[in-house]
């Protein structure tokens, strides 16, 4: 099965774990829009729920499949989130952030009392890190920033898109993609980038998963955090 075929496979599965009258955080990304589609046609079937959308692509692809949308400052408390990861440890750590939604998709994890994980079978690792670590940053800050992550042993670039022009999210910040290789202590990483002033957000998502669905061929693995 391909990697398409898996993301698929676990998206839909997830849609079948949301039930009626639910406010659903819905993610962004290639295997989240998998979920957000099979979302919508349970919509169409009948089945009554509210999302509020990760980021500005996610809302519209809900409204056109018919998802009535919400927002945090009607409902600040949500049921569920799903979303997908560009990595996930045994512990249920993440890295998110390539699709450059990560600081909506924290905001909406940190609201959501269930978070669920979707992703095929490339995004499982035993260590974060080879995927390159998102940092969202001020623009004004960004030269600062880069030398103090530089300072902690990563590799920095830019995000720029394909045009070769910079990367802007949602929020209007810069993206730069930090390597750090093997990522050792996850938590603590995140805290040390956390305190730097500039740092709007990072794409580290610690303690916030509850359940990772992981297609692996024609089968469906569920993920619970390792103690």
Avoid: W
């Avoid at 993610?27 to 959308?53: C, D, H, N």
């Avoid at 409204?63 to 990595?87: F, H, S, W």
């Avoid at 993206?175 to 740092?199: E, H, M, N, R, W």
């Amino acid at each position: 099965m391909s990697h398409e075929n898996e993301k698929e496979q676990a998206g839909r599965a997830a849609a079948q774990l949301v039930h009626d009258r639910q406010i659903v955080g819905l993610g962004t990304g290639s295997t989240a829009y998998f979920a957000v589609i099979a979302l919508g046609e349970r919509v169409q079937a009948g089945l009554k729920i509210t999302g509020i959308p990760t980021s500005i692509a996610t809302g519209e692809l809900a409204t056109k499949l018919g998802i009535p949308l919400t927002t945090l400052e009607q409902n600040p408390v949500i049921d569920v989130v799903i979303d997908g990861a560009d990595e996930i440890d045994p512990h249920l750590n993440l890295i998110k952030g390539g699709g450059g939604a990560h600081l909506r998709e924290k905001v909406i994890a940190q609201a959501s009392r269930k978070m669920i994980v979707i992703a095929d079978s490339t995004k499982v690792v035993e260590y974060l890190g080879r995927f390159p670590l998102p940092v969202e940053v001020i623009d004004f800050a960004r030269p600062v920033v880069e030398r103090k992550i530089a300072s902690l042993g990563a590799s920095i670039k830019q995000r720029t898109r394909k045009d070769g022009s910079p990367y802007i999210t949602d929020n209007g910040n810069p993206i730069l993609d930090c390597a750090f290789g093997k990522i050792v202590d996850p938590p603590a990483l995140a805290a040390t980038l956390s305190a730097i002033a500039g740092v709007v957000e990072h794409g580290l998502f610690i303690n916030l998963a509850t359940i990772a669905l992981v297609g692996k061929g024609n089968s469906l693995e569920e993920i619970s955090a390792r103690p």
